[in-house]
């Protein structure tokens, strides 16, 4: 009927392309993500090369990570990278006192980051401390990074192994600025950021994409100041202005953040109030994308959301300064409903790091503190159903017919998400049906092309509750879905309740 639930897809009119990097990650010296997650050390019984976990490296690989940002997070803003280079013996010890006031031997510093990104084929983004750290440091610290010659700093890499410059595109200056990386106003920040930015500098052929701390959730004032004082522009010897990104982060709780809730007992009412924060970020991104439009308009800056995720209560017994979660169908869905907002803005948003890979937040993969067994997330399945958006073009979804809603706190939220992109010869279709209880039947009318073939896969699990682990790691796994068939208009798709469909076709 024409009240039929319906998505219109134009598959002849592609727009921006998604960036491959908004399926990027974020790698914290924060808890069990880079000791005991990434880094074992050379002599651990566990499979690694130079101390860098195989199976991990593996499990991330076959995402086609595009980028991973490193090392904070708020612990950027404390480190000092000299303290992580030279013989690990020789390194200096400190105290990692925003998270779990533990010591860091800075065992995993500069070399051992830039080795796991090669053996990744990711993308460093080096994450620069301004909080703590002098103007001279951050620019040497690029220096023994990028730089080719017989520079001091190359000189003093070579000393420590490494020949050849490394390339680093990704560079952050500083990191959430108005909280753990100084407490500052926007005014003092812009400032800074101007100063710290300048001595960043491209050596030899590595140029630096730069990326100014931005916003945290709504605050469009902190974006309004930096476009206004970074962007420049009408500067003519730096036609893109000081920077080239500006960050934004946006974390997702079941309640408010005092109540931030379990990641796996929690009941309907906790879940939809979840999906109601989750869908949030379609109004933040909209929102900081019209402050930038307004000293922007050629959408040369891009929004970089370099935290996002849910935030959940820790695992009961772990401590509490590690932000070990479990990870439940839930938080796949929280991931598919952000991914269709960042398709939908890709001419602004230029990258995306979920927070955080491993062992922390909403990870990808899960390692066991005794036994070191892996355990992919139902977070992990979504991205690895997501890997032909990487670098498509963004097609526009319009639903129509009954769209189905639900009253969550005095708000509506809908129920059904969906995005779509397309390359020459192929489009991916992404489904999400949020209902707890209900499935549903959605009719793709597929306009401009001729669907030469299909293809779907789906995620869900009896209960929004379920969850991998060692015992039984594929209890939220992708598999095939039957349930699509053809249809006047293109294709007729069934979405279980509580699932997310990717539907593939290839275009005549
Ligand atoms: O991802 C955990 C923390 O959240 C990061 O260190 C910080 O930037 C943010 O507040």
Redesign the pocket.
């Given at each position: 009927t024409d009240d039929a639930l319906t998505a219109i897809i134009n598959l002849d009119l592609p727009g921006a392309t998604i960036s491959r990097h908004v399926y990027g990650h974020?790698a914290?010296h924060?808890g069990r993500c880079i000791y005991g997650g990434f880094w074992v050390g050379e002599d651990s019984e566990i499979p690694n090369e130079g101390g860098i976990r195989l199976d991990v490296v593996e499990a991330l690989k076959a995402l086609s990570i595009p980028n991973l940002r490193w090392p904070?997070?708020?612990?950027a803003d404390d480190y000092h990278w000299r303290d992580g280079i030279g013989p690990r013996e020789d390194r200096p010890r400190m105290v990692n006192s925003?998270w779990g006031d533990v010591v860091e031997d800075n065992s995993f510093g500069t070399h051992e980051f830039m080795q796991l990104c090669e053996m990744l084929g990711a993308d460093p983004y080096v994450n620069g401390n301004v909080g703590s750290g002098t103007v001279q440091e951050m620019s040497e610290w690029v220096e023994y990074l990028t730089r080719g010659d017989e520079s001091p700093m190359a000189t003093l890499r070579r000393a420590n192994g490494r020949d050849e410059p490394w390339r680093v595109p990704f560079f952050g200056i500083g990191?959430?600025a108005w909280?753990?990386g100084g407490n500052m106003t926007a005014d003092s920040y812009a400032a800074l950021a101007r100063q710290y930015g300048t001595y960043v500098r491209n050596h030899g052929d590595n140029v630096v994409y730069k990326i100014a701390a931005g916003a945290n959730v709504d605050d469009y004032r902190w974006t309004e100041t930096l476009m206004k004082e970074l962007n420049c522009l009408g500067c003519t010897r730096q036609p893109a202005g000081f920077f080239q990104g500006l960050s934004l982060?946006y974390?997702t709780h079941s309640g408010a953040w005092e109540t931030k809730g379990s990641a796996t007992d929690f009941d309907t009412d906790d879940y939809y109030a979840t999906m109601r924060n989750a869908r949030r970020i379609e109004e933040l991104v909209a929102g900081h994308a019209a402050v930038m439009d307004c000293y922007d308009p050629q959408r040369r800056v891009g929004l970089v959301v370099d935290?996002w995720g849910t935030w959940f209560d820790v695992e009961p017994g772990t401590n509490p300064g590690f932000?070990y979660q479990q990870n439940t169908l839930r938080d796949a869905l929280v991931a598919s409903v952000h991914f269709d907002v960042f398709h939908a803005f890709a001419d602004r948003i230029s990258m995306a790091n979920i927070?955080?890979t491993v062992n922390?937040?909403q990870a990808m993969v899960l390692t066991d503190p005794d036994t070191g067994a892996l355990v992919l997330t139902p977070s992990y399945h979504v991205f690895a159903m997501n890997v032909g958006h990487h670098d498509a073009s963004t097609l526009a979804v319009s639903l129509k017919g009954e769209l189905p809603t639900r009253e969550v706190a005095g708000g509506e939220l809908s129920l059904v998400s969906a995005s779509a992109s397309t390359t020459d010869t192929s489009a991916l279709v992404s489904l999400s049906n949020l209902d707890a209880g209900h499935a549903r039947t959605i009719v793709l009318d597929l306009r401009g092309r001729d669907v030469t073939e299909f293809s779907a896969r789906v995620l869900t699990a009896p209960t929004l509750q379920t969850h991998n682990t060692p015992q039984a790691p594929d209890a939220v796994a992708p598999a095939a879905h039957d349930g699509v068939r053809a249809h006047a208009r293109g294709l007729e798709v069934d979405l279980p309740a509580h699932s997310y469909v990717t539907v593939s076709l290839a275009l005549a």
């Open positions: 974020f914290e924060l904070g997070g708020c612990f925003h990191n959430e909280g753990c982060h974390y935290e932000l927070a955080q922390v937040l």
